[in-house]
């Protein structure tokens, strides 16, 4: 994270072993650990101790919606290594705000925070109203699905993201359409990332990641009978415009992202089949 721009953060005075920062307008509120995933709103994942939820913090009287993961601390080798990295909430924090720095739509961070044996825990905003991808293709937003204007505007939000990602030298090991949020802003429909974890940046061969990372989000979208080829060749030419590639290399481009999208297919359905046996 050698390009981190330094936002204004300060640390948060934390017990029992906890250190923290938090971006500095959300500096005052409580920021309490042990309680950051009690009593919560409304669970979004819970698994193996691992959870995502909405959580109500305060300051002064003034209440706000965030968004908390904590991540328990792993076992074994794989802990040690952690203690000898920054902690994944932290970096989680620091690329969330490169990315926005760069014009990269990303849920605005909050907090992190982190425990040498407890584990990290990272908050970002709510953003009322939005529907991840998924929730879209399942029939969540009508207005996205039918009118052809909203439809459209979602589809170039989620290329041009993924061109601007690409661009500043970063890639998408796992683009699920579940780590893209959408919303309506102005009466228009914004996208942005909500997951850091898979985002990495491009150390070798930026063109077999960018064929990884386009491949992976049409293999999730494909599997809904509301996402159709169009919606999918219209979001891969704005890409492939946002992007500067011509024509020759575009088409290229598009053999490899459909082959991988066909081979991804393929494995999930094997896999999805074993659950059944």
Known sequence: ???????????????????????EKWSDFIFEPNSLTEKTNQTFK????NVTAL?????????????VKKIVSRNGVRA???LLR???????????????????EAAEPVAALWHNTQGNIYVTEYIRDSLNLYEIAFG???????????????IIQVAE????????????????AGNFIAFKKDNTYKVKLIDMDGIKQNLFDCGENRVKTLSKLAQTLTRFKTVNFADLYRGFKIYCRAMDINDAEAKELFRKVERETVTLRLLTAIEDSKKFK
Do not use: Y
Request: charged content about 30%; overall charge positive; proline content about 1%.
């Open 1 to 23: 994270m050698t390009d981190f721009i330094s936002q204004k953060t300060i640390k948060l005075k934390l017990h029992d072993g906890w250190k923290g920062v938090a971006a």
């Open 46 to 49: 819970s698994e193996n101790g």
């Open 55 to 67: 959580k109500q913090i305060e300051c002064r009287g003034e209440k706000h919606f965030v968004v």
């Open 80 to 82: 040690f290594v952690d």
């Open 86 to 104: 920054t902690s994944k909430s932290l970096r989680n924090f620091k690329l969330a705000i490169l990315l926005n720095q760069n014009g990269i």
């Open 140 to 154: 969540k937003n009508r207005e996205i699905l039918d009118n052809f204007s909203a439809r459209k505007a979602v």
């Open 161 to 176: 993201l993924l061109a601007k990602l690409h661009k500043a030298n970063f890639w998408h090991r796992d683009p699920k």
